[in-house]
Every structure is written in C-alpha cells, then in structure tokens.
C-alpha cells in the first residue's frame, strides 16, 4: 500500500467535512470549533456580557413589562417547563448559609460613590403576562432610609412592599418598615388570626372575639385589668358610649351604662340607662340600684325627657321649674314619725295649726313636717 504523505500534510480542519446536528450548524470542523469557542463558557476570571439559561424563545435576554424593557446579564428562561426557570443556591458550609447580595454605588463608572438618603438600593419584581404584555403584580424593595445618618458607622434602612391594585398596572405602597422598626400600612390591616401587643399592653383573641387591655386572657368582649384601671375619653366635642339593639326604634329599647362590683357575692352596682318609646331615644335617663346576691335591680330615680327630676317611678321631686315637690299622703298613710327633718304633704289635714300636731279627717291640703315625735303642721 502506498500513501500520500503530501495530500495527508495538507489536510486542515477547514477541509474536513462536518455534519451539522444539534445546535452546531457548521458544514466544516474548523467552523464548528470557531463556533463551539464562540459559544463556550468562560472559564473562571472570564467575563461573560450575556448569560442565558434555557430556551428564552423569542424574548432573548430581556423582557418587556409594561412597555418598559429591562435588559439582564443572567436570565434562566423556560418555554415548555423542562428548562426551569428556577434558581437553587445551596451550600454545606458550618459558618455561610445560601446568601443573595444586591448591591449600590452611585455613579455610572468604576468609581465608587455613596449612595443617598431615599435611594432604592435593591429591588424584586413579580410580573405576568396580561392582554398584550407582561404586568407588574408587586415588587420588593430595600433601599436607603430618608431618615437617619448615612456613615461609616450608620446605614439606616428601609424596605417597601408594593403591590398593584385593581384597575391600576403600577404598584403602590402597601407597607414600609423603616429604619426605627416601625411598620406603616398604607391601607386597612386585617388579622386573620389572634393579635398579641408587648404580652399583655392588647390581646386580642380571635378565637372567642374579645379584646383584653392589661390582660392576656379577656373574658368578656373588652377586658380592662390592672392594680388601677382608669378609662379617659379626650374629644374635641361629644364623647359618646352608645348601645345598638337589632330592631331599631323598637318601643322599650333600653341602653345602658353599669358599674358593678363582682366581689364573689353575684353582680352588684349602679346602672344608668335611658329607653326608645318607638320614636325618639334619649327619652328619660333612670338610675337603677342592686345588691349582688340579694335584691333584684330596682329603679331609684330618673331625670324625664322635660327635665323633671322623679323618684320611685314617675313621682317628681324637683319639676322642670327646679320648684320642690313634696310627697302626698293621707294623715293615715304618713310614714312612722320619728325622723326629724322629713318633710311631705296630706290631702285631708282638719283645721291645721302651724307647728301644731297634724289631724286628720278634713280636706285641706298642708306641708307637714316630722319633728321627731309628730307629724307637724307647716
């Protein structure tokens, strides 16, 4: 057998034929390695401008949300879910855990410059594709404070949770922890579950709907507990304490405000309430006593809606002219004398003598007074 060695030695790369498959389409083995260095992998120092990772479709390393395009340097990207749009850090190390740095200089070179009181330092986006674009949902950001003292020895932060609300496509502020621990909401907050405030400052206990003050465990929908519990209402104008019924201007509607004292012995105290007549409330305000254990509650006096001061029912004492009104008996029914100082009135006094002891059987009408030993005519 004889062999060319002239037409062996001149043999390259670019001569041989190469098949393209895969991604490689070069027709040549000198193209397909030119090609191959073209897309290879940097080695450790190397700097790569674009990294993408997976199928980025026809979005290449960018995306638009909103008309905006955001251009990147990594972008993991998946068209049909077997490239996975998805980062792991993970790490076996006793000191580091798995860690996520964004990080600031302010300036458009290689210097270094300090970034400013107010300045967003790091941000995540959460965007999906609605109608014609991509949207953004929320975002995430931590940044500078506009508080505080920016230092070698202070960097106050700040972090904001945005988030998009309907009808709008921008995200706005939901809430901002600032650098003194303090959050902010910028709208209502809703606690799905029990709250706790500093142990026992305010309780609030989901599970049996009460509120407790001083106290971890209320038993009654707002519990106030201390050595010395004092309730103060500061208001500009009224300050009302105000009860609702189920039926409105239902006649006999009562409201009512009670200081009891739960000593062992049952409920005990003073109760003040006014009641509807089926048209106006705030009609008269009645003043109810009781003793735990031993007597039902007991009305003892009321002010009238005309501005009347009763006792016992509807009996006035002072009317609406602050004359004194004096109780009304028989000389039978006066109650037992011995009481000095007791003033009242008979319907049927006989031929009354001032000072002089009060005889019935007539029908006049006197004040009498009880001067310990009689009931006497005044």
């Given at each position: 057998?004889?062999?060319?060695?002239?037409?062996?030695?001149?043999?390259?790369?670019?001569?041989?034929?190469?098949?393209?498959?895969?991604?490689?389409?070069?027709?040549?083995?000198?193209?397909?390695?030119?090609?191959?260095?073209?897309?290879?992998?940097?080695?450790?120092?190397?700097?790569?401008?674009?990294?993408?990772?997976?199928?980025?479709?026809?979005?290449?390393?960018?995306?638009?949300?909103?008309?905006?395009?955001?251009?990147?340097?990594?972008?993991?990207?998946?068209?049909?879910?077997?490239?996975?749009?998805?980062?792991?850090?993970?790490?076996?190390?006793?000191?580091?855990?798995?860690?996520?740095?964004?990080?600031?200089?302010?300036?458009?070179?290689?210097?270094?410059?300090?970034?400013?009181?107010?300045?967003?330092?790091?941000?995540?986006?959460?965007?999906?594709?609605?109608?014609?674009?991509?949207?953004?949902?929320?975002?995430?950001?931590?940044?500078?404070?506009?508080?505080?003292?920016?230092?070698?020895?202070?960097?106050?932060?700040?972090?904001?949770?945005?988030?998009?609300?309907?009808?709008?496509?921008?995200?706005?502020?939901?809430?901002?922890?600032?650098?003194?621990?303090?959050?902010?909401?910028?709208?209502?907050?809703?606690?799905?579950?029990?709250?706790?405030?500093?142990?026992?400052?305010?309780?609030?206990?989901?599970?049996?709907?009460?509120?407790?003050?001083?106290?971890?465990?209320?038993?009654?929908?707002?519990?106030?507990?201390?050595?010395?519990?004092?309730?103060?209402?500061?208001?500009?104008?009224?300050?009302?304490?105000?009860?609702?019924?189920?039926?409105?201007?239902?006649?006999?509607?009562?409201?009512?405000?009670?200081?009891?004292?739960?000593?062992?012995?049952?409920?005990?105290?003073?109760f003040v309430h006014n009641t509807h007549d089926g048209?106006?409330?705030?009609?008269?305000?009645?003043?109810?006593?009781?003793?735990?254990?031993?007597?039902?509650?007991?009305?003892?006096?009321?002010?009238?809606?005309?501005?009347?001061?009763?006792?016992?029912?509807?009996?006035?004492?002072?009317?609406?002219?602050?004359?004194?009104?004096?109780?009304?008996?028989?000389?039978?029914?006066?109650?037992?004398?011995?009481?000095?100082?007791?003033?009242?009135?008979?319907?049927?006094?006989?031929?009354?003598?001032?000072?002089?002891?009060?005889?019935?059987?007539?029908?006049?009408?006197?004040?009498?007074?009880?001067?310990?030993?009689?009931?006497?005519?005044?």
């Amino acid at each position: 057998m004889k062999i060319n060695t002239t037409d062996i030695n001149s043999l390259t790369a670019a001569n041989v034929a190469n098949s393209p498959s895969g991604n490689i389409a070069a027709t040549t083995v000198q193209a397909a390695v030119n090609e191959l260095d073209t897309d290879k992998v940097a080695k450790a120092g190397d700097t790569i401008t674009t990294l993408i990772v997976g199928d980025p479709g026809t979005e290449g390393a960018g995306i638009d949300i909103s008309g905006v395009t955001y251009e990147s340097s990594f972008k993991a990207s998946d068209i049909d879910g077997t490239n996975f749009a998805q980062t792991i850090l993970h790490r076996h190390s006793t000191v580091l855990e798995p860690l996520i740095v964004g990080a600031r200089s302010n300036s458009n070179t290689s210097a270094h410059a300090s970034v400013t009181a107010g300045m967003n330092i790091f941000a995540i986006y959460g965007a999906g594709y609605v109608s014609d674009n991509y949207k953004l949902f929320g975002s995430l950001t931590i940044g500078a404070d506009s508080t505080g003292t920016l230092s070698s020895t202070s960097a106050p932060g700040r972090w904001d949770f945005n988030v998009t609300p309907d009808g709008a496509v921008v995200p706005a502020l939901a809430m901002r922890i600032t650098n003194d621990k303090k959050a902010t909401f910028s709208g209502s907050v809703a606690v799905a579950a029990g709250l706790v405030v500093d142990t026992t400052t305010l309780v609030v206990d989901a599970t049996n709907n009460r509120v407790g003050i001083g106290t971890a465990t209320p038993s009654v929908p707002l519990h106030l507990a201390g050595s010395a519990v004092e309730q103060r209402f500061d208001a500009g104008s009224a300050c009302l304490i105000r009860q609702l019924v189920t039926t409105a201007n239902l006649p006999g509607n009562v409201g009512s405000l009670g200081l009891v004292v739960l000593d062992g012995g049952g409920n005990s105290g003073v109760f003040v309430h006014n009641t509807h007549d089926g048209t106006y409330s705030s009609q008269d305000v009645r003043f109810v006593t009781a003793e735990g254990g031993v007597s039902v509650a007991t009305e003892r006096g009321r002010f009238s809606k005309d501005g009347q001061f009763q006792m016992g029912g509807a009996n006035t004492v002072i009317d609406s002219n602050r004359i004194h009104r004096l109780r009304q008996y028989t000389v039978a029914t006066l109650p037992t004398v011995g009481t000095a100082g007791r003033l009242a009135a008979v319907t049927d006094a006989s031929a009354p003598t001032y000072n002089a002891t009060i005889a019935g059987g007539g029908a006049v009408n006197v004040p009498v007074y009880d001067d310990g030993v009689n009931w006497t005519a005044h």
